[in-house]
């Protein structure tokens, strides 16, 4: 093993607190993937989640992989060393199964990349049965996981505590590859695309997909119905993340805020909170070492004790923090609890700066609980705001741009009136249409007109030297809108670009398709979707309606107790 590699390691196992390493041979060795670097895969609270689970089954042990850094996958290759895990060392190839945390549409090739060093062959279909089975789940494999369909042996649709002991109960009781995947294809919430066959019309488009026999028609996303029955803190607490010695601890899951461009708020309903006493029980566990407790949630603010908890936080002198709030659930002992932990950034999601796009996104909050959340703040002594927008929402004009310049400016007076001299800072990104939101229909917006609406924000602002404007990539816009609607002829092209080294729209430029004019395709309702073989509980119909609504600006109420709106909760 290379020197370089071997002191990486051990500097990383070095700096942890509850890694679980058990010797070889004892247990059945469950490889986790997190396809991009340590710092970013460790702040995934849902790897955390599983490494607990699958290691408290007592016959399995998980073990970490993650993608190393550009300098640290050129000495993988330099010294012909196969990647290894954290755990054990022991080389990706050595396990019988795989599962892959997959969260983010960028993170496809970095998966790739990581199954390259670590020598496993990229098609299912060509690994055999000495090989491990690889298994991904995660949002995206939930959404859309079609542009992956060559890549994984079966996916997970949904959240995975219950579905994974499943799955690893069933590999360890079948004995061939085959029977285990027609084994796995009868778990709920699992996906085996070898048995399913994917048709296209003469123009390429595509019409169906059709199960083997034996293989359902319909596969159901999985949800807890109790998160309270399962592990929901961080397992390993390190320097080494996003989030430094932070023990993060899951308040609620699924948001029923009915926000139309939000794939997470459709695919992980119901709004659940987690029991205040099972809170702070978990927090009083946290390692010593623990430099601040982190509550992460999609919806933490909507949690129905937040004040409570938070108060008890304060009192027994336990630094937090949240990742954002929404503007109109801050009150005033909130801000004061969160300042009083050290936070000094008031982070909020307005999306869009007119009041007619948040209506249309079905947002909900307005301008003046925006600014009230900069009188708290600053009432608190938090002296930096973030606010996080995206340009080319449906609907939007250029005049919603403008406004949005307006909006900010009128921010940074309110910050100079309450006397917050702080930072303001605008994070922006492209709005990508993404499945299972109302918004799976419409098109990305034209490019040109996207760098056109970026240029009018950055030309508003460049003259407000306390304003720090942060932007994404728009060649990284067109490729997530690719590949979230993607079929299994986008993964084919994604497969090829990574094997020749070459970016993704070259590959489809040369299969005589545009990345562009793909991402900017207007779908309609009721034709075939590549991932309408997936069953998220929310109706197609539901979908629709909601998109009729934003057109016309009308609200849509959040989540209650007997709803039967979008039909998740019809049972």
């Not at 994974?164 to 695309?193: F, N």
């Not at 609980?369 to 002594?381: C, D, K, M």
């Not at 240029?455 to 942060?470: A, H, P, Q, V």
């Amino acid at each position: 093993m290379s020197w370089i590699i071997k002191n990486y390691i051990k500097e990383t196992r070095e700096n942890e607190t509850g890694a679980q390493v058990y010797p070889p041979g004892l247990r059945h060795p469950v490889a986790f993937i997190y396809p991009n670097v340590y710092h970013l895969g460790m702040s995934n609270l849902g790897m955390h989640i599983l490494y607990q689970m699958i290691n408290e089954r007592g016959d399995s042990a998980c073990e970490r992989f993650f993608l190393p850094d550009k300098r640290l996958q050129q000495e993988h290759i330099k010294s012909k060393t196969p990647l290894l895990s954290l755990e054990n060392q022991r080389p990706l190839a050595d396990f019988d199964v795989i599962f892959v945390m997959l969260s983010f549409e960028m993170d496809y090739d970095n998966l790739l990349t990581v199954l390259d060093l670590g020598n496993i062959r990229l098609r299912a279909a060509e690994r055999n049965q000495r090989e491990p089975l690889v298994i991904i789940g995660g949002p995206c494999a939930t959404f859309n996981p079609e542009p992956l369909a060559a890549v994984a042996d079966a996916f997970v649709i949904g959240e995975g505590e219950e579905t994974v002991q499943h799955v690893l109960d069933t590999i360890y009781r079948e004995e061939s590859k085959q029977e285990r995947l027609a084994a796995l294809a009868q778990v709920p919430g699992v996906y085996v695309p070898s048995l399913y066959t994917a048709q296209y019309d003469d123009e390429g488009e595509f019409t169906a997909l059709l199960p083997q026999e034996g293989a359902p028609a319909k596969v159901a996303r999985q949800w807890a119905r109790d998160i309270d029955a399962y592990p929901h803190t961080s397992a390993i607490v390190t320097s080494g993340t996003e989030f430094e010695d932070m023990f993060i601890v899951e308040v609620a899951r699924g948001c029923g805020r009915h926000c139309r461009f939000c794939m997470a708020g459709y695919c992980f309903r119901k709004p659940r909170p987690r029991k205040l006493e099972n809170i702070l029980a978990d927090i009083a566990k946290r390692p010593e070492r623990t430099k601040k407790v982190g509550l992460m949630g999609a919806a933490v603010s909507d949690h129905p004790q937040m004040a409570e908890l938070t108060e008890y936080l304060v009192e027994h002198k336990i630094p937090f923090s949240v990742a954002s709030m929404r503007a109109d659930m801050l009150t005033e002992q909130i801000a004061h609890a969160l300042a009083q932990s050290g936070q000094r950034t008031m982070t909020v999601a307005p999306e869009a700066g007119s009041e007619r796009m948040r209506a249309a996104i079905n947002k909900g909050i307005t301008e003046e609980h925006v600014y009230n959340s900069i009188e708290l703040a600053a009432a608190a002594g938090m002296r930096n705001i973030k606010l996080y927008y995206m340009i080319g929402l449906p609907g939007e004009e250029d005049e919603d741009i403008v406004e949005t310049v307006e909006m900010i400016k009128r921010v940074r007076a309110k910050m100079d009136a309450v006397g917050n001299k702080g930072e303001l800072v605008i994070s922006v990104n492209g709005f990508v249409p993404k499945p299972f939101t109302p918004y799976q229909w419409v098109p990305l917006c034209n490019v040109r007109t996207l760098k056109k609406r970026f240029k009018i924000l950055g030309d508003g602002l460049k003259k407000e030297k306390r304003i720090k404007l942060i932007t994404e990539s728009l060649k990284e816009t067109v490729v997530q809108s690719v590949l979230a609607r993607g079929s299994r002829r986008i993964g084919e092209a994604l497969l090829k670009a990574h094997v020749e080294g070459r970016s993704l729209k070259q590959v489809l430029k040369e299969e005589g398709l545009d990345a562009e004019e793909l991402a900017e395709r207007e779908l309609q309702v009721g034709q075939p979707l590549p991932w309408q073989h997936l069953d998220m509980g929310v109706t197609q119909e539901y979908l629709a309606a909601e998109l009729q609504r934003s057109e016309s600006g009308k609200f849509t109420p959040m989540c209650f107790d007997g709803c039967r709106r979008c039909g998740v909760c019809r049972e």
